[in-house]
Each structure stands twice: as structure tokens, then as C-alpha cells.
């Protein structure tokens, strides 16, 4: 019994020491920590936004603040619901429930239950940093206790619920009413009370415009909980469980697209947690707000999305929106994407490669070029740089859908499969992308084929200034260096003669694509994306509603894209682009290319004006070469006799000289040898005799081989003139 005791009094002094332990340290790092009651209002928490040379951004959001007396009883009531049911009964702090989250981070060795309140949760969002430690956890209490003992309950819910966030830069119930239903929250119903409690848990997550399914799944909890301690009757229950979500933003809380994109960014840095567990935090952007302010100059009667993009640190610099970010059908904006480039990449194109813009039909879908198909062979160059339909249908056949899409997906832009079908190659699809994909996209080639996708924040840092993001560009290798030196250069010809040609004026090397998306009633979307090796600059017109624009790619976007470029190069120039090793200049024959739609290098021998200049990939070159000029060489003529006189009729070729020659029982006699003429007549011909003629092309020192014609008999009693002639 003795010994029991001994063993009880030495547990028993041992609890006390930690006891006391635990009280000194929990007075140690809580001394000095006071209550602000001036960070407990909506326009000293959270966040602090700076452009690209550090000044503060005024963001403009809706500030205002519901009192008490202003927020229903049910929206209220959903928040104590599902964060802290037992709000009303505890001072500040849950023990009960802290001790049973304390329980099960023990039993599962990690720390992943909660077990803040309300107050605890205001004075994280207001007062405390982001860091997950013991003592920030004790300062916590602390506040907490000290918030309770000075404000009533109606008091801090109040405070609560004007200082959460969100999502999509929504921060306080006001704003989140606007920004969700288009309403004070003095107006809002218990559905919709129930979706803003369901958001906060991860405003990211459970967003309705990213994830409708979760969002509802959330909600329906929430609503489930009110239910379960008797906030809502079992009808108000029913009716509010059928309720849609909203499924888009009912009215804009953002200063300007760029700020929102700012907002969702953050969201998917920190995508489970609350706008309390980041603390007060200080967002670095790369904004700058003179370029943003130009690009607000854009004027058109539809919407209207711009942005311009560095390429150096794949950042947004600027960006300007009517209607966000919508995904639209890239319309010919893809092709360069999609077509070109991978069959460059495949070698199964070269700038050079004829093709020709023929009607076809592929299984049922034929394509047909906006004036109709032309019947002629062009240049895949020129095909790309005039946005010629059906040359790019061809080369996409060939290249095959599959093999097409994966050099999207590698740039983010994925395709589902219903969309893989040779339509795309003319951006056919169900979906489309956003203006700020593609513009990724297009970086890759002025990144010599690296794609990264470009961001809005350069770095977050807490208040103490401690870094918990910085950015730093993901890189993935999709085309080779000399394949984008190739493309960029044929872009370069759709900005100096093509559709984006109202870019030529510029000072400076720009590739550009314009695209013009058709729907039944006229157009629904028109595009100007143009790069140089610094910068994007992308233009979108068309309307939400899809409804008809007068706009076409190469009208108004290719404007607004030539003046923001003026502005954006205004005192400056950009980087020349970088050029490749592997890609080498060479002259093939026009002659052959022109006549027979084949490839052939130049002949060493061939006279000014009978080639023309491309590049190639080093890799892919053309190996044969024209011997048009060292080797002579002729179709067969065509002979015939008429009104006494044989004529030989030659094909044209007006850099040979000719030698024909007539043989004549055992005898031969050269009857012409000089320039090329149409027709050449043979009047010394006799009645009753047979001929035989050759033809030989002769280009300087070079003599080709003869050609054997047919022979020919002249009929008995024919009148014959006295000599020969040439037409």
C-alpha cells in the first residue's frame, strides 16, 4: 500500500511538473501577444497585391460589410453548422473537440484533423501567420479567449463572416453573394447560404464553376448538418437541396481579368487551404499596369480578350477581358499547332512542299477553302501563311489525328477524342481553348520548341517575410530547334504578305496567325496571335453568347495587335530570333517545281532566274538534284505534215538552243540550230520520200541527247514549196 502511494505521489508530482511546465511555456509565448481590433475588419486581412516593379495594386474588390442584423438566419446558421456547431456554447476554444482531433492525430500519426472554432478561425485569418506550429497554436488560443472575453458571439460571427475567402478574389460574404447569386447577402437563401459555407473548406476545390459535382456533393452535406441540428424544417430542407448551383459568375468583384487570373493561381498554389491558414501574405505579380491600361484601348462592338505574354520569364504581363477567359474554338489559330509544325517536326512537310488546294472528299468530310478551293499547287508556306483550308486538311491526313494530338497535349491543350477527326485541322472541335493557352502554346516556338506555361505570380511571401512560393518555369521539350526556326520564318511570311500582313509595317521581325472561327449565322470568333522572340501578343473577338461578330482574324484583332505591339516596342526592339545550325538555305529548280510540282535542288548550271531560294531542315533536304541545264533534256517533239511542209513543234524551254537534223536515204542534213522557236518547218521535203528527224537541246558548252521523232512520209503528187521556214 505504501509503495502504491509512493508510485501514485510520484506520477502526481511528475503531471505537475509538466503542468507547470506547460502553463510557464503557454504564458512564455503568449506574453505581449495582444488583441488588434483593427485587423479584425475586411480591408486589413489576408492580402497585399504588388505589380512587376514592387508598387502596391489597388485590386478594387467589393469591401463592403454585412452587419448582423443584415445576414439571414439560416446563412448563419450554415457556417456554425458545418465549422463549429457548438459556437455558441464554448469560450473561444472546443475543448472537447480538441481534445478528440488531439486523439486521432495521435492514433494515426499524423496531423491532419482540426479542430479551430470560429473565433479561432478569425483570429487565424487576421492576426496569426501560416506557419503549423505549437506555438503559433498557443497564440491562437490565446487571441481566441481574448476575443471571446471583449466581442459577443453575434459580434465575432459578424467579423467571421466578412473576413473569409471565397474564391475567385471573393473576400467576405458580401462579396461572395454578388460574385455567386448577384445579391446582398441579406438576400441569399438557404441553398445558397449552404454553398458559400461549403466553399470555404477549399475554395478551390469546391468551387461550382471548376467542380459542380463536388461543390453540390459539399452543399448537400452542409444542408444535411442544418438539418440534423434542427436549423431547417424538412420542407425549407427539400426545397433546398433541389436548388441548382450557379453556374457562372453572377457579377465581377475583380478590378480586371488579370487580377482574377491572380486570384485563381493562388487558389491552385494552395489548393487545400483556407484563406486563413495562408496568413497575411504578400502576392509579387507580373503585372505591369501601363501595358494593362493600353490594352484597355481595345474597343470593338463584342467581347474582347487580350494579354501579352514574356517569354523570358513565361509571365503574363497584361491582361484585358470582357468576359474572362472562356474557352473558344482556336479556329485557324491551330494549325500551326496542330498541322505544320509536327509535320515539319515528322519531316513529312519542308516550307517548300507543293501541294495541291484541290476539292476532296476524306470518307464523307470535305473541306473547302473560304473562296473555294483553287484547283492549283502552292507552297505549304504560302498555304500557311494565307490560311489556306485544304492544304492543311492534306498534310493533317497524312500526318495522321493521333500522332497530330499528341504534340498538343505536350502543350497543354488536350483533345478529346470525339473532337479527333480531320476537322480539327481547322480547329473543329466542341470546346476549344482559352486565349491564354493558346498563347503558351505559340511561346513554345519562340522559345526554340521548350514549352512553359506562363503565370501571373512571381513570388508569395508571408509577413514576416519568409518565401512560400516563387516561381520558377517548368520546362517540356515538344518541337526541335530547327523545326521553330522554320515555322517562325513561314509566320513571318503570314505577317509580311499573308492574313496578319497589317503587321508588315512594323520595325521589327514579328510572326503572327490569324484565325476566323464560322458558325451558321456568320462568325463567332476571331483571332491575332503574333510573337516575337520576347513577347506574345493575342487578341480574341467574338461574343459569349456566340452570337455573330463582324470582326474577322485579319481586320480588327490583327489592329489591336499591330498598336499594342507599338506600344510594347516603343522604346526598345525585340531579340532577334534565335536561329539553328541545322537549318540551311538552299535554291531549287522553279522549272520543276512550277511544271512538274517535284523538288529538286538547283543545276550548278542554271541561268539567273530559274530557281528560288528556301530553307530546310539539314536533316530533310532535298537529294536530288536538277540536271535540267548540265543534261539538256526534252520532251519528244510533236511532227506532222501540212500543206507541204513537215513541222516539228518544240516544247518550250527558253534557255536551250536546238539542233535538228533530217535524215534522208543514208543522207543528214542539219535543217535549223539556234534559239528555241515555237515551230520549226521543214519545206525541202520531197513528194513520195520518208524522213527521219532528231532533235537535240543544247544549253552552252552542254549538249543534251538527241531525240529520234517518229518518221515521216511525205504523199505522192504533194505540191511542195521551194525551201523551209520557221514560225
Not at 131 to 145: G, V
Not at 559 to 576: E, G, H, M, T, V
Not at 696 to 722: F, M, N, W
Request: contains cysteine; charged residues 25%; hydrophobic residues 35%.
Amino acid at each position: 500500500m505504501k509503495r502504491a502511494l509512493t508510485i501514485t505521489s510520484i506520477v502526481l508530482g511528475i503531471f505537475a511538473v509538466l503542468l507547470l511546465a506547460c502553463i510557464l511555456y503557454y504564458w512564455s509565448v503568449t506574453a505581449g501577444v495582444r488583441l488588434d481590433k483593427d485587423k479584425l475588419t475586411l480591408e486589413n486581412a489576408f492580402l497585399t497585391l504588388y505589380d512587376g516593379s514592387g508598387q502596391e495594386i489597388e485590386a478594387n474588390a467589393i469591401h463592403a460589410s454585412a452587419t448582423f442584423s443584415e445576414i439571414p438566419e439560416h446563412v448563419k446558421n450554415a457556417f456554425v453548422a458545418v465549422e463549429d456547431k457548438r459556437f455558441y456554447q464554448h469560450k473561444g476554444v472546443d475543448v472537447r473537440r480538441m481534445a478528440a482531433a488531439c486523439w486521432k492525430n495521435l492514433t494515426s500519426f499524423s496531423f491532419r484533423e482540426g479542430a479551430s472554432t470560429i473565433t479561432q478561425q478569425l483570429i487565424k485569418n487576421t492576426h496569426l501567420t501560416s506557419e503549423k506550429t505549437i506555438n503559433r497554436k498557443l497564440k491562437e488560443i490565446h487571441l481566441a479567449r481574448l476575443l471571446e472575453k471583449k466581442y459577443t458571439k453575434d459580434e465575432i460571427l459578424t467579423l467571421y463572416l466578412n473576413s473569409i475567402y471565397f474564391g475567385h478574389s471573393a473576400f467576405g460574404i458580401e462579396s461572395a453573394a454578388h460574385f455567386y447569386f448577384g445579391k446582398s447577402a441579406s438576400e441569399l437563401l438557404p441553398a445558397e447560404g449552404a454553398t458559400l459555407a461549403a466553399l470555404i473548406k477549399s475554395p478551390n476545390r469546391y468551387s461550382p464553376f471548376r467542380d459542380a459535382e463536388n461543390c453540390k456533393a459539399r452543399r448537400d452535406l452542409v444542408l444535411g448538418l442544418m438539418r440534423e441540428q434542427n436549423y431547417l424544417d424538412e420542407t425549407t430542407y427539400m426545397k433546398a437541396l433541389a436548388a441548382p448551383l450557379p453556374t457562372q459568375p453572377a457579377e465581377s468583384v475583380e478590378q480586371n481579368a488579370y487580377l482574377a487570373r491572380v486570384y485563381d493561381e493562388l487558389t491552385e498554389l494552395f489548393p487545400d487551404a483556407k484563406s486563413g491558414d495562408w496568413g497575411s501574405l504578400k502576392i509579387y505579380t507580373y503585372y505591369d499596369p501601363a501595358l494593362q491600361a493600353e490594352l484597355e484601348k481595345t474597343n470593338c462592338d463584342s467581347d474582347v480578350c487580350v494579354l501579352v505574354r514574356d517569354n523570358r520569364t513565361q509571365a503574363i504581363r497584361a491582361l484585358y477581358s470582357t468576359v474572362g477567359t472562356p474557352s473558344r474554338l482556336p479556329a485557324s489559330t491551330i494549325k500551326p499547332l496542330l498541322v505544320y509544325a509536327p509535320a515539319l517536326e515528322e519531316n513529312l512537310i519542308c516550307p517548300a512542299t507543293p501541294i495541291l488546294d484541290e476539292k476532296i472528299d476524306f470518307n464523307g468530310y470535305s473541306p473547302d477553302d473560304y473562296a473555294g478551293a483553287t484547283g492549283q499547287y502552292m507552297s505549304a508556306r504560302y498555304a500557311l501563311a494565307h490560311s489556306v483550308n485544304i492544304p492543311a486538311v492534306k498534310i493533317l491526313n497524312e500526318l495522321g489525328v493521333a500522332r497530330a494530338t499528341d504534340y498538343l497535349a505536350r502543350m497543354d491543350l488536350p483533345v478529346e477524342d470525339d473532337d479527333k477527326t480531320l476537322a480539327l485541322a481547322l480547329g473543329g472541335m466542341k470546346k476549344g481553348y482559352t486565349l491564354p493557352a493558346l498563347a503558351d502554346a505559340y511561346a513554345t516556338f519562340a522559345n526554340c520548341g521548350e514549352f512553359s506555361p506562363a503565370v501571373t505570380i512571381a513570388r508569395v511571401e508571408d509577413d514576416t517575410g519568409r518565401t512560400l512560393y516563387e516561381h520558377t518555369p517548368v520546362r517540356r521539350d515538344v518541337f526541335s530547334k530547327d523545326v521553330c526556326a522554320l515555322l517562325n520564318d513561314m509566320l513571318q511570311t503570314a505577317a509580311e504578305e499573308g492574313t496578319a500582313k497589317k503587321l508588315r509595317s512594323l520595325p521589327f521581325p514579328i510572326c503572327a496567325k490569324t484565325g476566323t472561327a464560322e458558325g451558321p449565322n456568320g462568325n463567332t470568333d476571331a483571332y491575332c496571335i503574333s510573337y516575337t522572340r520576347d513577347h506574345v501578343v493575342a487578341v480574341w473577338m467574338g461574343n459569349e453568347d456566340n452570337s455573330p461578330v463582324t470582326a474577322t482574324g485579319g481586320g480588327l484583332p490583327a489592329n489591336a495587335a499591330l498598336r499594342i505591339n507599338r506600344f510594347l516596342y516603343a522604346d526598345s526592339q525585340p531579340r532577334a530570333f534565335e536561329e539553328s545550325d541545322e537549318v540551311i538555305k538552299l535554291r531549287y529548280d522553279k522549272t520543276a517545281y512550277d511544271t512538274n510540282h517535284v523538288l529538286l535542288l538547283s543545276d550548278p548550271s542554271a541561268p539567273p532566274g530559274t530557281d528560288r531560294e528556301e530553307l530546310f531542315r539539314k536533316s530533310a533536304q532535298p537529294s536530288e538534284r536538277s540536271t535540267f541545264y548540265s543534261c539538256p533534256t526534252i520532251q519528244t517533239p510533236s511532227i506532222y505534215y501540212e500543206n507541204g511542209s513537215v513541222r516539228i513543234v518544240l516544247c518550250q524551254t527558253e534557255y536551250y538552243d536546238y539542233e535538228i537534223k533530217r535524215i534522208n536515204r543514208g543522207k543528214t542534213t542539219t535543217i535549223y540550230d539556234g534559239k528555241y522557236r515555237k515551230t520549226i518547218c521543214d519545206n525541202s521535203v520531197k513528194a513520195g520520200e520518208t524522213y527521219i528527224y532528231t532533235v537535240c537541246p543544247k544549253y552552252r558548252e552542254h549538249v543534251g541527247t538527241a531525240v529520234t521523232l517518229p518518221q515521216i512520209s511525205i504523199p505522192d503528187g504533194a505540191t511542195l514549196p521551194d525551201d523551209w521556214w520557221i514560225d
